[in-house]
């Protein structure tokens, strides 16, 4: 890694060169944080420098008029004529975790999302969101202006990247809508579902994405009927985002709407139901098989027609809750037949407060629930009021969404089951796809989630590059606007992204040509000039 800092000196004890011409040696990726009226420049010695990505951390370009943005084109047609490409400007930076690649301003939580954002802030607030449930970023790439790579290009490389498992997208302008559809809709057969933050709902909106980054926002139905083509979940809020990332991270899928509810007190049970019919879901009563079943594992004074209450045998026998989780999800019952999936609602994980003796029969009780679930076809959802206690905790380490909200736990299964939006997943129950198996579709989300339930399965979305140090920042496909606005995406320059894909492959590994930090370093050096990235990171935000 070469640091490049126009005084060439020490910066916290790594040698610094004073410019691009100096160094001693070839690069492949520049990150470049200067002035604006300095950006063009970098970039052009970057370019003979032999790079061939560039991140672009400056901002004052595309989004402040006519005139910065004709500075952008132009300098985006001599970033693509010298085979490069560009990621930015006016962004935070990019983060790969496998490739041990981290470009940003602020530490990162990692994890199994792969999240492209046209927003650094909003970014930032959700990997916090992520954390609190023990997930993050295997992947994060900052769009800034879009003057060259697109959130279209990036949804094509992280639908092929194996350590992510779900995609999460904000974005104010979608650039070539038709692409992003396409790549949107590959991702999801690939097994990667996108979830969608898009704004532009109301005109304040619209005219602080214009400032923030220069665009132009799409129109909501569009976006709302692009995500339900594409199997794309849309979501309103960053907490919602993280809210439905967890739940589309792990694989099962429900075969339809019928969800068995299960607590541990007729206030949690209720709310859940009533949450659960109202965002599309339905709780059916049980048939008398399956009742006798249950009742034969729970105190007669125990409810077991859905939901279930389990009318305080938590406190009597915690294994109670594994006991009904197996006969409501083993896959040889009858009861498959009746249930499309599980939310447990309620106290779970605070019962080892009343006792040592009780805090270890619950962990062994989340233990056991930890195994039903891997072993069983439909997917089980968790609401407890004691979220960050050991006992959830146990459950969320096998995979098991758990939220500390009851309306979360509701959006979650809506967004697995594809209720919520304009129209439901296609078949009723028993005719959809294997809940264990990574396919099928699903229509929308729930509560104030629009859009369409994303799908796991086979498919691929081609494309590569290498302007992000998220592995690749180019690629093929398309997801979530409606009027394309095509800029020179065509074959050839897909086949000149391609190309450059060397630099970040799916192993995550660079070649030796080293990477180059264009004046990152004095963001550290408390000079005159030393704000250069807090600022452009500001800017980006």
């Not at 509810?261 to 965002?279: F, K, N």
């Not at 939901?307 to 006991?323: C, T, V």
């Amino acid at each position: 890694m070469y640091l490049v800092n126009r005084r060439g000196e020490e910066v916290l004890g790594q040698r610094t060169w004073p410019s691009l011409a100096a160094l001693p040696g070839p690069v492949d990726l520049a990150v470049i944080a200067v002035p604006a009226a300095g950006f063009e420049e970098a970039v052009d010695g970057a370019l003979l420098a032999g790079a061939r990505a560039i991140v672009g951390i400056s901002a004052g370009l595309g989004e402040t008029g006519a005139e910065g943005l004709a500075r952008q084109r132009a300098l985006v047609e001599r970033v693509r004529s010298a085979g490069a490409a560009l990621l930015g400007p006016n962004c935070l930076g990019v983060m790969d975790v496998a490739a041990e690649l981290h470009l940003t301003s602020d530490d990162l939580p990692a994890g199994s999302v792969g999240l492209i954002s046209q927003s650094g802030n909003l970014a930032l607030e959700l990997g916090l969101l992520l954390a609190r449930n023990g997930m993050g970023y295997s992947r994060f790439a900052s769009l800034g202006n879009q003057a060259d790579v697109d959130v279209a290009d990036l949804v094509g490389t992280y639908a092929e990247h194996e350590a992510t498992a779900v995609i999460g997208v904000y974005c104010e302008d979608f650039k070539d809508g038709r692409r992003l559809t396409a790549a949107t809709a590959a991702a999801a057969r690939r097994g990667r579902p996108v979830v969608l933050l898009a704004v532009g709902a109301s005109s304040a909106a619209r005219r602080a994405a214009r400032s923030h980054t220069g665009s132009l926002t799409s129109d909501a139905a569009v976006v709302d009927a692009a995500c339900e083509a594409a199997g794309a979940v849309r979501v309103a809020t960053p907490a919602q985002m993280a809210t439905v990332l967890q739940a589309l991270a792990q694989p099962r899928r429900p075969r339809g709407w019928r969800v068995a509810v299960l607590a541990d007190g007729g206030g949690h049970g209720s709310v859940a139901a009533d949450l659960a019919e109202a965002a599309g879901l339905e709780v059916p009563a049980f048939g008398a098989a399956l009742q006798a079943r249950l009742r034969a594992e729970l105190p007669p004074a125990a409810a077991v027609s859905n939901p279930i209450d389990l009318a305080g045998a938590g406190e009597q026998d915690i294994s109670a809750f594994n006991r009904v989780l197996g006969v409501l999800t083993d896959p040889a019952a009858k009861a498959a037949a009746e249930v499309d999936a599980l939310l447990v609602t309620g106290y779970f994980g605070g019962y080892g407060g009343y006792s040592p003796q009780l805090a270890a029969g619950e962990l062994a009780a989340a233990e056991a629930m930890a195994r039903t679930v891997r072993a069983s076809g439909p997917p089980v959802v968790v609401h407890t009021m004691h979220a960050a206690r050991e006992a959830p905790g146990v459950l969320r380490a096998a995979g098991v969404p758990v939220y500390a909200t009851v309306d979360e736990a509701v959006l979650a299964l809506a967004a697995l089951a594809g209720r919520g939006g304009a129209k439901g997943p296609g078949p009723r129950p028993g005719g959809g796809p294997d809940p264990g198996a990574r396919g099928g579709s699903s229509a929308a989300a729930a509560g104030s989630t629009r859009g369409a339930g994303p799908a796991r399965g086979a498919g691929s979305a081609s494309g590569a590059g290498s302007a992000s140090g998220a592995g690749s920042a180019s690629g093929a496909g398309s997801a979530a606007a409606g009027r394309c606005r095509a800029h020179g995406h065509g074959r050839g320059r897909r086949a000149r992204v391609r190309g450059g894909r060397r630099l970040m492959g799916r192993t995550g590994e660079a070649e030796a040509a080293p990477l180059v930090t264009v004046d990152v370093a004095e963001a550290a050096d408390h000079g005159k000039a030393g704000s250069h990235w807090s600022a452009c990171a500001a800017s980006a935000s």
